[in-house]
T-cell receptor, first 112, second 113 residues
Framework: GQQVMQIPQYQHVQEGEDFTTYCNSSTTLSNIQWYKQRPGGHPVFLIQLVKSGEVKKQKRLTFQFGEAKKNSSLHITATQTTDVGTYFCADDRGSTLGRLYFGRGTQLTVWP | ETGVTQSPTHLIKTRGQQVTLRCSSQSGHNTVSWYQQALGQGPQFIFQYYREEENGRGNFPPRFSGLQFPNYSSELNVNALELDDSALYLC????????????FGNGTRLTVT
């Protein structure tokens, strides 16, 4: 069945460097939500992408939805230690129930 | 605004036992979903409750069951615990509408020995 694949699984960067995580699917994604989970914490909603080619920005974070709706990305400019955590993308596969199918996540480590 | 609260925060059980986890949804939210998150994995959907009825279920056996109460709080029950049930159990509330983001609680860390 359709799977949401996230790469890389781990990313270690020095503070100030940029970071990108990718969410890919072999089939068309429906609606993508991005979540951040701090170590020992719970997932926190960041953004939702619905339209093909959509780009949204939140301060240093830029979220994109591919034109073919088969991939999405999250880019962080000039990482800070507060960006540490695991970033998940999740697709709702068109569900009206709000059920989400999560990727495995990208664990970001930032050292000062 | 009151967030999603879960209890207990940690729990240790023995294989074969039963467990009940509790969740209070965020005020104004009528839908509760339960997710299981194994170490190093993304959350996996268990089931969802809307207006006290199960409204969708993931690929989990019948020994995983739940309830939603009139105040929208919810319980997750797991019978005949297995070692593989060890995980973080997350409750998430939402408005139940299409595209509503999930608001997660802090989770219950269940360890089965």
């Amino acid at each position: 069945g359709q799977q949401v694949m996230q790469i890389p699984q781990y990313q270690h960067v020095q503070e100030g460097e940029d970071f990108t995580t990718y969410c890919n699917s072999s089939t068309t994604l429906s609606n993508i939500q991005w979540y951040k989970q701090r170590p020992g914490g719970h997932p926190v909603f960041l953004i939702q992408l619905v339209k093909s080619g959509e780009v949204k920005k939140q301060k240093r974070l830029t979220f994109q939805f591919g034109e073919a709706k088969k991939n999405s990305s999250l880019h962080i400019t000039a990482t800070q230690t507060t960006d540490v955590g695991t970033y998940f993308c999740a697709d709702d596969r068109g569900s009206t129930l709000g059920r989400l199918y999560f990727g495995r996540g990208t664990q970001l480590t930032v050292w000062p | 605004e009151t967030g999603v609260t879960q209890s207990p925060t940690h729990l240790i059980k023995t294989r074969g036992q039963q467990v009940t986890l509790r969740c209070s949804s965020q005020s104004g939210h009528n839908t509760v979903s339960w997710y299981q998150q194994a170490l190093g994995q993304g959350p996996q959907f268990i089931f969802q409750y809307y207006r006290e009825e199960e409204n969708g279920r993931g690929n989990f056996p019948p020994r995983f069951s739940g309830l939603q109460f009139p105040n929208y709080s919810s319980e997750l029950n797991v019978n005949a615990l297995e070692l593989d049930d060890s995980a973080l159990y997350l409750c998430a509330s939402s408005l139940g509408a299409w595209n509503s983001p999930l608001h997660f609680g802090n989770g219950t860390r269940l360890t089965v020995t």
